[in-house]
């Protein structure tokens, strides 16, 4: 255990109210590096991926100026979705359970985890701005917002889909791949065939697979954890 770890437990046990980090406050580069962690950084593969797949499967033509560049914003976008869901899940979830998660939570402090979602928030809401203005797919912007309401409240009220059962499964496939997919394939003009929207289905229903099997494997070391988060 680091001293870092040992710090936050520390704050727990004596401050339980007090949300900022007890002691030595983090170094710069401990600060980065916790901010990267309540990103789930982990899932960045499979994420890249999954916008991969989308702008792939939508672009037209890479000869269109536009096309390009909303395929770039688009999925920059959907990153920034994402971000928002899983900061503000590490937020939610930090007392549920002793997590190097919730350790990050604590070391940055509430508040820092708070502007950090903030902060993404406002970049999100300009390039999502940006992609319905240019496209006139004003639906982008609803895409977006179901997105982050769905996905913040996956660990609270009054949704709390986060070890709901059945309801976990349909919640991580929209939150975590298929809604940001479609994000990035309404980025592009004209309106999108059925056989796209089928395909970022299947990705987004296997990659929710093999979530579900990690998630299994983990219950018992990381009781009340959940993906979207």
């Not at 499964?169 to 479609?182: D, E, S, Y």
Request: charged residues 15%; proline residues 7%.
């Amino acid at each position: 255990m680091t001293t870092s770890e040992h710090r936050v437990r520390i704050r727990r046990v004596v401050h339980p109210d007090v949300p900022g980090p007890i002691g030595p406050r983090p170094t710069p580069r401990e600060r980065l590096a916790y901010s990267i962690r309540i990103r789930r950084i982990e899932y960045l593969p499979v994420e890249l991926a999954g916008c991969a797949v989308a702008a792939l499967l939508s672009v037209r033509s890479g000869s269109e100026p536009w096309s390009a560049t909303a395929g770039v914003v688009a999925v920059l976008a959907a990153l920034c979705c994402m971000h928002v869901v899983s900061m503000a899940n590490a937020l939610a979830g930090r007392d549920i359970d002793a997590s190097p998660l919730s350790d990050a939570v604590y070391e940055l402090g509430p508040r820092a985890v708070r502007r950090q979602i903030g902060a993404t928030g406002v970049v999100l809401a300009g390039l999502a701005g940006c992609l319905a203005a240019g496209t006139g797919h004003w639906d982008i912007l609803a895409l977006v917002a179901v997105t982050l309401y769905l996905g913040t409240r996956y660990a609270t009220g009054p949704l709390r889909l986060r070890g709901a059962g059945g309801w976990q499964i349909p919640a991580l496939f929209l939150i975590r791949f298929w809604l940001p997919m479609v994000l990035i394939v309404r980025a592009q003009p004209g309106e999108p065939d059925w056989t796209v929207l089928l395909a970022i289905a299947g990705f987004a229903g296997c990659q929710v697979g093999i979530m579900l099997v990690g998630i299994a494997r983990n219950r018992k070391p990381a009781r009340g954890a959940g993906a979207a988060g």
